[in-house]
């Protein structure tokens, strides 16, 4: 039977419950923002994710991590549509030879004592860029373990794909968004264009 006091204990459970989520919308919007590809979309992807959140208030586990249980919502929401879903599969392949030529740009650079050139410049916007580039499954990966911070089985379990494949796609997507760099170190006058031709890498 209730009781008098269950309704301030629940009410004090909905508004911590509240409070947590809220705490954590900062983080939701730049996950948000990684995956879309524009402000508008990012700002829906976060609405819907706190309406979903807070219905589904029933499934939340005390004590469970609140940041991570809403990135997985952010993420569900984000690939439910099925034409994305099917896009996420079939992304599922190997390296390119476009890939195989940004790693040995890189290794060109290592060698020539060049690769401590990003420190010298802003590479938030030629990051920002490259990522809106990438490919769904890849921004996933990127946004999980190298913005958010999380490891490899931990975004293996929230995108519910083998350790390896977050793996296989953290490589791809890392080596793509050092090619974008590359590019920026270019432009900005940081890097000759020699070594692009001789590697085939796109300018």
Known sequence: M??????????????SFEDDALRCLDDVARFARSLTRAPDDADDLVQETYLRAFRSRHTWREGADMRRWLFTICKNIFLRDEERARHVVALDDEPTEETLSVVRLHNTIVANGESSLFDRIDVAPAIARAMQQL??????VVALVDMEGYGYIEAAEMLGIPVGTVRSRLFRARRVLQDALLV???????LGTSAFREKGVRS
């Open 2 to 15: 209730t009781t008098a006091g269950d309704t301030p204990h629940n009410t004090t459970d909905a508004l």
């Open 184 to 190: 920026h170190a270019r432009d900005a006058g940081l």
């Open 135 to 140: 490919a769904e499954p890849f921004r996933l």
